[in-house]
């Protein structure tokens, strides 16, 4: 069973942070839109798949082809979006995580948790052996290495650009340590204050649901799940029954501290061998060249259809297969 | 599993109609009351538990009895209500069914059994054997009968009041009935029709659910189970793997027609033998005599608890000592 937690946070809307939209102001529309194109031919909230602004498709197209493959169940999940999703979802909150350089960007952490919890509860207690959780978050690498910072790693998280803004979002993130008087590490025992301070809706209802549920969590997603990892780490939560699914890109990814922040952490991770330089499409073999890379549980998602005996290379071909769909019907871009 | 279906209508103001709740405006607020008080000791919306003007406990209590005894998982489904409950729960929709004097109940039909369909999928993916599905819908037995009649079954529904409103409930039908233009079985192979015209989002959510989902389905509920039952049956599906799960007030109640109008459609049932006559309090006993009856899936969460080797009598001893902790912090009526 897999999971898609939807979260906004207005760090996206910051000019340069997020490509997880044709543009700043669409990045909002792309949680509810990814949602939508898992269970439809394309989204309903708009008419055409999320896609960077040159043009590169959303990640869901590599969880919708896994799940073409292997038909596992998806249940959406609204952490915290501006509009909600077209389709039946669990309704965690409505809140968006705020621009941490002006103020506490989730106050209402607490209550989010809380309420994820009493959900993830009950899927524990239909003797679920397993759930993958998956999100969709743009502007979610930056809040993610804002909390790391907090939490008092060195790390830096990816981007879905090939050329990773670090240094814009170093800049947002000092901004938002100045505005709450710490330094990096200044939040190293308290992952809530992290949360509150600089987090988004998402990580804190994958927090609730990896809490309320008592089996085994596989957080899919690349250095988002780093940072959730690490506040579940220091809740006090033993990371055993925890592992990260995530593509190549992202670990293989030379911007990023992916492989030495997980073994920071101390949390295993699977990694999808996917491969579209074959593909017959530029938007999708440009993924080889670190566009776009993860997200919408894509990771997870091939590790479902792996584990079912299917191949990185039968994922990638449906992948290929539903691009051609969404051009015949227009619905790209 | 259980999952309760939140439903509104409009029907539930009309004044006599409905006792669930303490007056017309409040029943507005027992399906999402109804579904916090399943979790916390008591409603967030409001500050008590939903009460009939007389001041009878909601049945939710005798499910969350049944809950605290055997631990089984609940999901709340809002249907359609004017109220998100502040719980988590999956979303379907957010539009109430109007009074059908008026205009059609439900135009948004369709859409609403689409996205319960597309969630009811989801949940046969998880390989469960069976769903139990309650309801807390005010003015429910009211659109059920509107329905049945629509269908062509000379069917009474119930009443949680112990003087059933019959002769209202049938001027409003004809009311309706006159303003869409038709007699008795007038849709009676139109199933979509009479749901569009008279129901409400709460039927249309179990229809949904029920055909997304493949395994067993037990309809937790009373008279208005019997309008789900008869739509399903008029859409075609085989009934065998549906039954109805009640009290043995609903069974027994000569205002109704419960008996009767199950043969007709040709669904089993099962009703929970609960005896409140020895109660300590007088709001609990005065279910003998006719009062609340059922609803929020009591009876099917008797089911569930006797089927776990629990007795009716263990599920009466629970309710009295909810009943007690409400009076402790005050959270009754």
Redesign the interface.
């Known amino acids: 069973?897999m999971l898609v937690v939807l979260g906004n946070t207005e760090i996206s809307t910051i000019p340069g942070i997020s490509v997880a939209g044709a543009t700043p102001e669409l990045t909002k529309l792309t949680p509810p839109a990814d949602a939508e194109y898992l269970?439809y031919e394309k989204p309903k909230i708009i008419d055409a798949i999320p896609v960077t602004p040159e043009g590169h498709p959303t990640p869901a197209i590599i969880t919708k082809a896994a799940k073409e493959l292997v038909?596992?169940?998806?249940?959406i999940v609204?952490g915290g979006t501006y509009l909600?999703p077209l389709?039946?979802?669990?309704?965690?909150s409505d809140v968006v995580g705020r621009d941490f350089r002006r103020e506490k960007a989730l106050p209402e952490v607490e209550k989010i948790i809380e309420?994820?919890k009493?959900?993830g509860?009950?899927?524990?207690?239909?003797n679920?052996r397993e759930i993958v959780i998956g999100e969709s978050t743009p502007g979610g690498t930056t809040t993610a290495q804002a909390v790391l910072w907090a939490l008092g790693y060195d790390a830096r998280t990816s981007s879905a650009a090939p050329s990773n803004p670090q240094s814009l979002k170093e800049q947002v993130i000092m901004e938002g340590f100045k505005r709450a008087g710490i330094e990096k590490g200044g939040f190293a025992d308290e992952p809530l204050k992290a949360l509150e301070e600089f987090g988004d809706p998402m990580m804190a209802t994958v927090i609730g649901l990896s809490q309320g549920f008592k089996g085994n969590v596989v957080l899919a997603g690349g250095t988002q799940m780093l940072a959730i990892a690490a506040l579940l780490k220091a809740k006090g939560e033993d990371l055993s029954r925890f592992m990260i699914a995530t593509t190549k890109w992202v670990v293989n990814d030379e911007s990023s501290t992916f492989k030495k922040t997980a073994k920071d952490i101390g949390i295993i991770y699977y990694y999808a061998e996917l491969d579209f330089s074959k593909s017959r499409f530029k938007g999708l073999q440009d993924y080889e060249r670190g566009y776009v890379k993860e997200g919408v549980g894509a990771g997870g998602a091939v590790w479902l259809a792996v584990k079912k005996g299917f191949t990185a290379e039968d994922v990638a071909k449906k992948v290929d297969e539903l691009y051609e769909r969404l051009m015949e019907i227009g619905g790209k871009g």
């Open positions: 069973m269970f038909d596992f169940p998806i249940v609204r909600a389709v039946p979802h669990v309704h965690i309420n994820a009493l959900f509860e009950q899927l524990s207690k239909l679920l």
